[in-house]
T-cell receptor, first 115, second 111 residues
Framework: GAVVSQHPSWVICKSGTSVKIECRSLDFQATTMFWYRQFPKQSLMLMAT?????????EQGVEKDKFLINHASLTLSTLTVTSAHPEDSSFYICSARRGGISEAFFGQGTRLTVV | GIQVEQSPPDLILQEGANSTLRCNFSDSVNNLQWFHQNPWGQLINLFY???GTKQNGRLSATTVATERYSLLYISSSQTTDSGVYFCAVDGSGGGADGLTFGKGTHLIIQP
């Protein structure tokens, strides 16, 4: 398999502050990474597709100005939750593929709590 | 978009029992994966199976792409098998798309 690492595993922040989450592919290059969100006892929902060297593509209903995505290299994508509010509290998880249509691997996830 | 339905939503079994989890999807897919989400939230890859049959120890999976369903079999269940099992698909629109997840099957294995 392939290894995708996500950091931090959990974070608590104050309302109004910003939080950055990192997603790294450790043993392969990923031109595309994906960000998902999971609320308690619910399924995973795709938020956005992160493309290396270009703008991210956001799913309908996801605020691109609140969830900033940067894919600066072939092994790193970051998700920044800006001006976080309690309703942004959730489990955020990233995934990557070695290339094209292939098996997706997921990071460990980040549990965000906004107080 | 593509729809994914999993059944049953909840399943409680005794240790040693066998189980079958089902995933129906509404359109052709390039990719179908089964995951086990552990209590810490990590998604564990079980199978990458857009078609055909695969086996890994006590687990096996079959996808019948023409009939748009996949089955995950767990034999001789252990308490460590407890958790949520997700089926996720990538539609056949071309290129690498994000996965659409079903709502999952919550499996509880009692000792």
């Amino acid at each position: 398999g392939a290894v995708v690492s996500q950091h931090p595993s959990w974070v608590i922040c104050k309302s109004g502050t910003s939080v950055k989450i990192e997603c790294r592919s450790l043993d392969f290059q990923a031109t595309t990474m994906f960000w998902y969100r999971q609320f308690p006892k619910q399924s995973l929902m795709l938020m956005a597709t992160s493309n290396e060297g270009s703008k991210a593509t956001y799913e309908q209903g996801v605020e691109k100005d609140k969830f900033l995505i940067n894919h600066a290299s072939l092994t790193l994508s970051t998700l920044t939750v800006t001006s976080a509010h309690p309703e942004d509290s959730s489990f955020y998880i990233c995934s990557a593929r070695r290339g094209g249509i292939s098996e997706a691997f997921f990071g460990q996830g980040t549990r965000l709590t906004v107080v | 978009g593509i729809q994914v339905e999993q059944s049953p939503p909840d399943l409680i079994l005794q240790e040693g029992a066998n189980s079958t989890l089902r995933c129906n999807f509404s359109d052709s897919v390039n990719n179908l994966q089964w995951f086990h989400q552990n209590p810490w939230g990590q998604l564990i890859n079980l199978f990458y199976i857009p078609s055909g049959t695969k086996q890994n120890g006590r687990l096996s999976a079959t996808t019948v792409a023409t009939e748009r369903y996949s089955l995950l079999y767990i034999s001789s269940s252990q308490t460590t098998d407890s958790g949520v099992y997700f089926c996720a698909v990538d539609g056949s629109g071309g290129g690498a798309d994000g996965l659409t997840f079903g709502k999952g099957t919550h499996l509880i294995i009692q000792p």
